[in-house]
Every structure is written in C-alpha cells, then in structure tokens.
C-alpha cells in the first residue's frame, strides 16, 4: 500500500551508536545485532495523533502546573524554538512532552535519591503543541546538574528532556536540550555519545529575542525531525 | 536535505512523571496508558504481557513501551489512513515496566485487523529506556496467525531463525487472551529490531 511518499531514513552519522561504552548503561542494554529495515507501509506512515486537545491550559508552564502555593526556586527561563523537519518545512501541532529536574539538580521520581531539595513548587513535567508556523515555546525553571553513577564523580550537565511524536511513528523522538557553555558537557558520556559534528544541535542558544526584560531569559532549541524523501511519483 | 535530524538522547532512569505519570502515582494527567481497548467494541480484547531482558539476562525495570496499532478491522486512526477508524480506537498505548511485579509489562487492547495490503496483524512497539541511545523499534505478530505470517513481507526479511522472537504467543485462560510478548535487547534471542 504506497502512500506515494516515504520518510527519509534514521540519519545514522547523526543519532548515536547502539552501544557506547563511556555510558555504562549501554553495553548490556543496546541491540548488538543488525537492524533489519522495513519498506514503509501505512504502519509505519502513521502514527498517534495529539494536538491541543492533549494539552492542559497550565501545561506549558512549569513554574505554575505543579505549584502548591509558591513559586519554584531557581532562575526562571523561557525555552523555545521551532520544530521543523529536514528539509525546513515547519512541523505545526506537533505535541512537545518534557521533563526535568528541579534548580537544584533533583528529579521528583522517587528513584533519585540525590542529597538535593525537592521543591514543593516545582514537579518539572510538561506539554505543549506546536502552532501553526511550528514554534512551541515554554516556561520552567533552568534544571539544576546532578551527580549519577556512572564513573566516580560523574555529573550530567545541566538538561532537559524533550519527547516528540511528529507526523508518524518513524518521527518519534526523545532527545535532551543542553545549555550552551555547559563546561560539563565535555565530560559527559551522554552528549559525547552524538557523533562530533552533531553535538552542537543538542545545544540551545541564549536568546535576547526570546528573553522577556525584567522577568526570564530565553533559550531557543530547534528540532528536527525526519522528513519526506522524494519519490519517483513526486518527481 | 537542508537540516540535519535532531540526534537522539536516551530517555534516562527518571521518565515515569513525564511521560507515565498516574502509572506511578504522579498528580500529572497522563497522555496514554496502557488501555487501548475500550473505544473498540468490535475488538477482539487480548492483554500483550512481557518483559524485557537486559544482556545479562535481567528483566529491566525502567524501561517504556509504547504500541501503535491498527483497530480490529485494520484501519488506523490517522489522516493518512483515507478510511480511519470509525470506533474512536486511537490506537496507542503507553506503558513503563516499573510497576508491576517482576517487571513486567502489560497492554490491554484489542487484537489489530489485516491492514489489507499484505501484511499479517501487527503491532508496532517503541521502546525506550537508560542505556538506550535511541528507541528500539519493533513489532508484534501473533502466534495464531501462522498463515498470514507465512506471507508476510517484513516477516520475509528476518531470518528464519529469528522470526520467532517477533511472535506474540497466545495462551487463552480464565482471564482472557494473554499474548506473551518478552523483549531481549542482546544475546541469542536477541528480538529483531527495525529500522524502516
């Protein structure tokens, strides 16, 4: 069943390897054989669709979705950017979900332990959508570094994590935003893991346009998500 | 191409209020779970169980699965399906292993009809964990279908020998109709992973 259109593939020299072994978590989690590639058939050409309606009024807003009274600790932040695909074309109503650690580098889940504050203010997850042009764009809290145990005295710059669907499952994304001038991010096995020349995309940009005066700077993160590849029937 | 993708990162240890959070007791709204069934009366309802299996053979506890599907007359819910899904089934499903005993996982749904252009009923899976640089991506074919199996062209592609870790097997019992779905990241019965 062609659709008449495919989706470029998986851009290998960028995403990183299966297995890397400076991340301790991968040798014994990241597939070891081959993968098989499948021609893409309407399964693969869709995928679930969220828009606005998944998106709650205070979603987009971190410093106030899980606010129990107060306002969260820490430098508040706009993040923003535009989601587009490979060849420029902006991605409108594509849903963002992220999450994060609070300012002082502590995720809510019960599974961190981190010697760091919970803020009762600050859950540090959120959602939002694309609008028409592909621009997304939300307020939070810049998450704090945290130490993990990976090697000794291993800390992970300071990030946030995004998840994205796009137009069908074969966009599906989940990647971190880092902070530029992060002097950690040299030393972390994560982002080291992206192949040299693809690094800097994970990397946001300090913004003035993006920042508002008197009340939060702004980072902008762009996204970019596989696109279409021209086919014989569209040439 | 102008733009180079967006590298993939892994989804990390901490997910669940992200992404599951009233799986794990989080006071977040959660997008999905793992009840794709209920908008599709017509459905045949089965419950996909399993678990997945580091290199050393350990069942993971952090790590999410997600499903895509086709309703149960093969039709997804998606504009480019011209015949959409006229149930109000949405077809995904999202779920973490961190809850239930022995990690395991588990999807109640609706068995997925034939989308009709060959391929036997399958299901999509996105998988996502620590240590996981980018999401495996995998499918589900069920074990009552070995015809359909026979002819299908992606089946067609995996050897032989491996065919048998896309197969969901299907036990019928009191509960219902449990397809057993575990996933092995490495070792001989590594499952076969896609890329399309």
Known sequence: MSKGFVFSPRDWDSHPPQIHPGYKSTPLRGPTKPLVVLPQTLSELTG??????????????????????????GERIIVAGLVSDENGRPAPNILLE????????????????????????????????????????????????????????????????????????????????????????????IFQGVPAASRHLLVSKLSIELSEAEWALGYEFNIVLRGRAATPMES | MALKQTPSQTVGPYFSYGLTPEQYGYDYKQLADNNLGEADGNGQRITIRGQVFDGNGATVRDAVLELWQADSQGRYAHPEDPRGSNTGFKGFGRTGTGTLPENYYEFHTIKPGAIGDGQAPHITVVLFMRGLLNHAYTRIYFSDEAAANDADPGLALVDAARRNTLIAQ???????????????????????????
């Not at chain 1, 679930?48 to 600790?73: I, M, S």
């Not at chain 1, 939300?138 to 000794?152: D, E, L, Q, R, S």
């Not at chain 2, 449990?178 to 992973?193: K, N, R």
Request: proline letters at 10%.
């Open chain 2, 170 to 196: 299907r036990q019928e019992n009191p509960a219902g109709i449990i397809y057993q779905f575990d996933i092995h990241m490495q070792g001989e019965q590594e499952t076969v992973f896609f890329d399309a």
């Open chain 1, 98 to 189: 992220v999450w994060q650690p609070n300012a002082a580098g502590r995720y809510i889940h019960t599974d961190d332990q981190h010697d760091a504050p919970i803020d009762p203010n600050f859950m540090g997850a959120g959602r939002c959508v694309t609008d028409a042009d592909g621009r997304y764009r939300f307020i939070t809290i810049k998450p704090g570094a945290y130490p993990w145990g990976n090697h000794y005295n291993a800390w992970r710059p300071n990030h946030i994590h995004f998840s994205l669907f796009g137009p069908s499952i074969l966009t599906r994304l989940v990647t971190q935003m880092y902070f530029p001038g992060d002097p950690l991010l040299e030393l972390d096995p």
């Open chain 1, 48 to 73: 679930p669709v969220y828009g606005q309606d998944a998106v709650g009024p205070l979603d987009h807003d971190l410093t106030k979705l899980a606010a129990k009274g107060g306002e969260p600790n």
